[in-house]
């Protein structure tokens, strides 16, 4: 049995037409791809407690599919108690089918569950093509049990296209299904 995830399906189905003809590529090789998707989430609490670390990595795996890392600190901050080499943050990046399946889920389960949605901001873009969005409770996706969380963190992700221009990337995302605000 082969399996190909939806939205990669859909993707070469419909969403290269589209932009093809959108843009006018000559190409479907030109037509801009999502090429990774990164979740980051900064844990400063594990300064103190190591512990948080360890949940914030059983998290972030459990919602990505994919094993996360911690982030470790460059450089001593006095201020903020931190030591260099310190663990302080958890981080996965996802490619090939986890990315489909994550941005599957990410659209159809997790984005409607937040209180008052009315859509996603689209000042994200970076200038080059790529997208970062903000989430602020990780108990939006549906892997997460409610009860077992110990403290609600939120996480950026970031979305990584081959797109030349915002406009193509906006265009392409908004393909993909991700619920861009109106104005």
Do not use: W
Request: glycine share 6%; net charge positive; proline share 4%.
């Amino acid at each position: 049995m082969n399996y190909t995830p939806r939205l990669k399906e859909k993707y070469r189905k419909e969403i290269v037409s589209n932009l093809q003809d959108r843009f006018s590529y000559k190409s479907p090789m030109q037509v801009p791809r999502l090429l990774k998707i990164c979740v980051n989430q900064g844990v400063g609490d594990a300064v103190s407690d190591k512990k948080m670390i360890e949940y914030a990595i059983t998290e972030m795996s459990n919602i990505t599919g994919q094993k996360a890392v911690p982030t470790r600190s460059k450089k001593d901050i006095s201020n903020f108690k931190l030591r260099k080499d310190v663990a302080i943050g958890v981080r996965v990046t996802l490619r090939h089918d986890v990315m489909y399946e994550f941005l599957d889920r990410l659209v159809s389960l997790a984005l409607p569950r937040i209180r008052d949605f009315k859509g996603i901001n689209n000042k994200g873009f970076d200038g080059r093509g790529n997208y970062t969005l903000g989430v602020t409770e990780q108990i939006i996706f549906p892997e997460i049990d409610i009860d077992k969380v110990n403290k609600i963190t939120g996480m950026d992700i970031t979305f990584v296209t081959s797109a030349e221009t915002d406009d193509e990337a906006f265009h392409l995302l908004k393909e993909f299904g991700i619920p861009f605000k109106t104005n």
